[in-house]
């Protein structure tokens, strides 16, 4: 298991981070499309602006992660529940069924 403090990344394409505990991880802006999240802890996480098109968020803890303006939209696996776990689920872009 690896932990990520104060990541700082632009470009995860297909990133393989299932399990990874990304707390508190600055993603902001970044892209993660096709990226494996499965179970990764992203509690408190900066996503805003984040694209995930195609990213696996099964079991993925978004608790306090900031969401505004992310795009979810096609990401798998991915529940209401956990957007709205999140701060700013609101203004995110995402497939609600």
Known sequence: MIIR???IIDNLIFANLIFDIL????????YLGGAYLGG???D???????Y????????????GADLSNA???NAKK???EQVQSAKN????KYDKD
């Open 52 to 63: 995930l098109d195609d990213a696996d968020l099964s079991n993925a803890n978004l608790s």
């Open 78 to 80: 991915l529940t209401p």
């Open 5 to 7: 403090d104060n990541l």
């Open 89 to 92: 689920g609101e203004y995110t």
């Open 40 to 42: 990764a802890n992203l």
């Open 23 to 30: 707390s508190g991880a600055n993603l902001g802006g970044a």
């Open 44 to 50: 408190g996480a900066d996503l805003s602006s984040a």
């Open 71 to 73: 795009d979810l939209r």
